[in-house]
């Protein structure tokens, strides 16, 4: 019997020997543990490769884009394993950011803290009034809150909300009027620009009614009440939204054409040659319509970005005056040039900076 349990013991140790190692990977010649964790939601910051390995020269796996929710499988060191589509690479941490949400409240009175859902549960701490605490999760009409390194229940009831901070994914907002893009996320902090109506934003932050965007390379913050849920035009919809009736809209080979043939307007819209030709002749030299140019402008930028008044002063300014002694306007991604037919073009095909 001993010998029989001797000879098995050696067998085990063989087969142990030789068995591959679970969650250990070598690194010149140095056996370093794989730092797993929990998988949990990110978003990148920007465009980035996810690699076979936690090299950038180990060959890439796949394209991650900016702002989409992707999985964090592990990390280590300076890198994160994740998952995107299916796929599995390597990205830079620095890259990433968590997706989550933050609530913080204030106690409404002194409150205790309890290790579960009921006031018969054992009592972890006593927070005093007016105290503020962080919200874990909820329950029926309980809240998980930490306070000061500890964990406990508290009813719901007993706590007012302070402030809500979340990250989520990139999602895009249409503006629903014009409206102020402000520095902080307060009505009296500074105004940094005007968002147009209808324009687009996009945002990956929210602090309470807030969002934070980018607008024509400005970052601020804008309430809630002014954007509504993004939904996708075509450019003949979004032509016949911002043009109206008076106007006939329809599609020529190369694109969407605007025209109003009382005052001689006619604006093609280009997107196979990503390019716009305006052709506005002015009925009154005295008050040239400057309206015509806005009307271009946020069709274009609806769908390229940028600031369409902006966009509409410099198309004004190059019909009325620029085109005596301009070659051409650059604004952003936008050139502007006056053509020997007297059309106004804006090409937004290449970086002309």
Known sequence: MKLLKAMMMGVLSIALLNAPVSGFSFDSGIQTVEASTQAKAMYAKRQVSAYKSRSSTSGSVMTIPYGVRIDRLAT??????????????????????????????????????????????KAVTKVPSNKQVTRLATNKSWSQVKYGGKTGWVASSSLKLRYTKETFALKKYRVKEVAP???????????????????????????????????????GWVEAKYLTTYKKESVKEAMFRIYGDSYEIFKSDYGVTARKVDDIVSVEFDYKNQSAILDIYHMDEKNPQKDEYLKAAKVITLFNGGDPNTLADKMFYMDTEGYEWEDDIVYDKYKISFSSWGNIHVDWAYDWN
């Open 181 to 219: 893009l402000q520095s902080s996320y307060s009505t009296s902090s500074d105004v940094i620009a005007t968002l147009p109506d209808f324009g687009v934003v996009e945002s990956v932050e929210r602090y309470n009614n807030w969002y934070k965007v980018t607008f024509d390379k400005k970052t």
């Open 76 to 121: 280590q060191s300076s890198w994160s394993q994740v998952r995107y589509k299916g796929k599995i690479g390597w990205v830079a941490s620095r890259d990433l950011v968590e997706i989550k949400k933050t609530e913080v409240l204030d106690t409404k009175k002194v409150v205790t803290l309890y290790a579960s859902r009921s006031t018969k549960a």
